[in-house]
């Protein structure tokens, strides 16, 4: 179920966040901690904390990391190729960082798509 407000509803991965039976089903509560951004503000915001760039060809962090714009953090998490270490993600990304549960985190599908949630939602979806 997806709550009644205009951002949650218009955003274009919602059905990933409200299907419980593929993907996974974010309480009431969850989504009032999980707020989409216009494409306007992902793209101000991805320019501010990713690349200032976010023209075609700028705007996929992986496509950044394979053209040598930006570099992985030194983190098993995001360099991790291995099954094993997949498993692993939210443990090393809980070591490698020292955020409160609270802390506000930008989540970026690429630059023209992204959420404003905390640092706990993040890690538990």
């Given amino acids: 179920m997806i709550p009644d407000d205009p951002r949650l509803q218009l955003f274009g991965l919602i059905w990933r966040f409200s299907d419980a039976q593929k993907y996974t089903q974010l309480s009431a509560a969850e989504f009032r901690r999980f707020r989409p951004l216009s494409e306007s503000e992902s793209i101000g915001l991805w320019k501010r904390y990713v690349h200032p760039n976010a023209s075609p060809g700028h705007r996929h962090l992986t496509e950044l990391c394979v053209r040598r714009l930006v570099n992985w953090p ?30 506000e985190a930008i989540f970026f599908w690429h630059a023209e798509m992204a959420v404003e949630t905390d640092w706990r939602l993040f890690l538990d979806h």
């Fill in 74 to 103: 030194e983190v098993a998490s995001f360099t991790s190729e291995s099954g094993d270490e997949e498993l692993n993600v939210v443990a090393n990304l809980e070591r490698w960082s020292d955020a409160a549960d609270s802390t």
